[in-house]
């Protein structure tokens, strides 16, 4: 029971600080900045498309990820699952601040916007 409910507020921090953390920031910043540089023409549009593909398969893929280890989650740890959700949603409430427009997914978002403009260069 112990040894469940640790496995579950382990893999509940892991899945709540990287996948969802990294969902929030591409649905709080990553789709916005691009959607926005996008209508106001600023930068390389082919660029800015293919960088929000990205965004948005990633957006798929740690979705999907984040999907199936919660329900193996629920299935195989029973009560080990609460601490599973206990732990997302703190990691969640302590993250969600990252999550928006700071200077570090700023940094971020242009490393990867010029990264894509030399790819397609």
Known sequence: MIIKYIIGVSVGWI??????????????????????????????????KNLRNRYCLSLIICSIITIIITWLCYKFLNNGFKGYTFAIIVSIILGFNTTGNNTNNMADFYNSLQNQIRRLS
């Not at 106001?40 to 549009?45: F, G, I, R, T």
Request: hydrophobic letters at 45%; glycine letters at 6%; one cysteine or more.
């Open 15 to 48: 899945i709540g600080s990287s996948m969802l953390i990294n969902v929030l920031t591409i649905l709080r910043f990553g789709i916005p900045m691009c959607n926005v540089l996008l209508k106001n023409k600023e930068d390389d549009e082919r660029a800015l």
